[in-house]
Nanobody, 113 residues
Framework: VQLQAFGGGLVQAGGSLRLSCEAS????????MGWYRQAPGKQRELVAD??????NYATSVKGRFTISRDPAKNTVFLQMNSLKPEDTAVYYC?????????WGQGTLVTVSS
């Protein structure tokens, strides 16, 4: 499975960004898709993931971020609204099969105050 992420950038606090991640290769084996992030000096953390229609969010992003998936296009999206400076991080797409976890290359999101 290969993951290609798009959509990072610079935005002012209160603004919005939409990330997308397209899976290719053995994408039919994917069970869970999600987004993680890693801020400078911090550990990578789960932002949100989706299993079929069930979603899971980090407490810090609930009500502001929405994860969705288009199975027909093997793509997962992360709509990020009301962005805060503390959301600044490299965001990584993640896909999990029964036996392995795959990572995208990361896309930088910078939120200015």
């Amino acid at each position: 499975v290969q993951l290609q992420a798009f959509g990072g950038g610079l935005v002012q606090a209160g603004g919005s960004l939409r990330l997308s991640c397209e899976a290719s290769g053995s994408s039919l084996s994917i069970i869970v898709m999600g987004w993680y992030r890693q801020a400078p000096g911090k550990q990578r953390e789960l932002v949100a993931d989706i299993v079929r229609g069930d979603t899971n969010y980090a407490t810090s992003v609930k009500g502001r971020f929405t994860i969705s998936r288009d199975p027909a296009k093997n793509t997962v999206f992360l709509q990020m609204n009301s962005l805060k400076p503390e959301d600044t991080a490299v965001y990584y797409c993640n896909a999990r099969t029964r036996s392995y976890a795959y990572w995208g290359q990361g896309t930088l999101v910078t939120v200015s105050s």
